[in-house]
């Protein structure tokens, strides 16, 4: 009898230890899962664009904020002072080169920005000296834009970086002034703040946009373009729909503003 109680003993302590150790791997299994369920998280959230909040502003010689969009008198070159430039990252200003000096372009799936079918795809520009030779031969202008960056402040496009936090939360800020009479822009102030918080990839695509400000572009309408005034495209390249608005500006049109369609 004694026997049996030990042997009933015995096996109630295996059951305990059977339950506590199934326990434990349940409940090791729940947090490995919900460790992956995090991490999955993270990664989709860090896989969402960055939104880059942007502002555009013209104002004449007399200081007074206009609405309406102007373009450069016809020039054969432009010059681009970056302040201070020694101050920051070499592959900062690098990034800024890139989205100005580029003459490549890139292929993107039309179903990313919703502009047609997967599997058709639309060409997009990554800097604007290869779209601004190509406007120029499309109105039989044989040269091509000479663009230089230079240390001296007579340049026409003057680009400012800081570490300071914009008072309206804005990450590029650009400012032309203008000659309302001639409607014409005489030069151009490019701000991106908050540069130490930047990645590379975000440095390069608000100087895309800015420099589409400097070039004569208002704020787009359409959130998938670049010119939205909130970039948080897919494709932050320099689409079609912008050439076709900068070549109708700089043809005698009064606005750069078109209707984008594929």
Request: with cysteine; net charge negative.
């Amino acid at each position: 009898m004694d026997d049996f109680n030990k042997l009933r003993k015995s096996l109630r302590n295996t059951q305990y230890l059977v339950i506590i150790v199934m326990g434990l791997v349940v409940i090791g299994f729940a947090l490995d899962f919900l460790a992956v369920q995090k991490t999955v998280s993270t990664i989709e959230e860090n896989a969402q664009p960055m939104a880059l909040k942007t502002q555009y502003l013209v104002q004449n010689l007399k200081g007074d904020a206009m609405e309406t969009w102007y373009a450069w008198q016809p020039r054969d070159n432009l010059k681009i002072q970056i302040v201070d430039k020694d101050n920051f990252p070499k592959e900062k200003i690098d990034a800024i080169k890139k989205a100005i000096m580029s003459t490549e372009t890139i292929e993107i799936d039309n179903s990313l920005v919703f502009k047609g079918d997967e599997g058709t795809y639309s060409t997009y520009w990554i800097g604007w000296k290869g779209v601004v030779d190509h406007i120029r031969e499309l109105r039989g202008i044989e040269t091509a834009m000479e663009i230089t960056f230079t240390d001296k402040d007579d340049a026409d496009i003057i680009i400012t970086l800081t570490n300071s936090k914009s008072g309206e939360g804005l990450s590029g800020l650009t400012n032309s002034l203008v000659n309302d009479e001639e409607r014409t822009i005489l030069r151009s102030y490019i701000t991106i703040y908050e540069v130490d918080k930047l990645s590379n990839e975000h440095m390069e695509i608000i100087i895309r946009h800015e420099f589409g400000h400097v070039a004569g572009l208002a704020h787009s309408t359409a959130p998938e373009d670049l010119m939205y005034p909130v970039i948080q495209t897919p494709a932050p390249y320099i689409s079609q729909c912008d050439i076709d608005a900068l070549l109708h500006l700089y043809t005698g049109g009064k606005t750069s503003q078109v209707i984008c369609e594929n």
